[in-house]
């Protein structure tokens, strides 16, 4: 008998690492908030919460991005720039990704001295197995 195919889960993580970079430029964004953050700025990271629902033919993979800025104003509008994107109409902006739902973005605590300002928001995503060979 023939070895079957091999079929995975695309990674919704890694998507939106490659994808997230035109609104914050190469080395922008990340799985972890670098050392050195307030000179990354502005900067996206991208985390899977552990627990995330799967069944036999779908995934989904809920997600938190945290948006991070020297100010509110320029947080906020960098969150409701990828809100809007991850929500437009018509077929989601991701290969692989069949919808996408999700929380708005809320600010969120990060630094004391407010030198840095982090909003998050936190998205479900839904895809199917793919044939990975």
Excluded: N
Aim: proline share 10%.
């Amino acid at each position: 008998m023939p070895d079957e195919p091999l079929r995975g889960f695309p990674d919704v993580v890694q998507l939106l690492l490659d994808d997230l970079v035109k609104f914050v430029g190469t080395d922008h964004t990340g799985y972890v908030t670098p050392e050195d953050l307030k000179s990354m700025l502005p900067f996206i990271r991208v985390r899977r919460v552990p627990g995330s629902p799967r069944d036999r033919h779908y995934d989904y993979p809920v997600v938190d991005l945290d948006f991070f800025s020297d100010g509110y104003v320029s947080a906020l509008q960098l969150a409701e720039r990828v809100d809007a994107y991850l929500r437009q109409q018509g077929a989601p902006p991701l290969p692989l990704v069949d919808r996408i739902e999700g929380s708005g973005p809320a600010e969120l605590p990060y630094d004391d001295s407010g030198d840095i300002r982090r909003w998050g928001a936190t998205y479900t995503f839904v895809t199917r197995r793919r044939c990975l060979l």
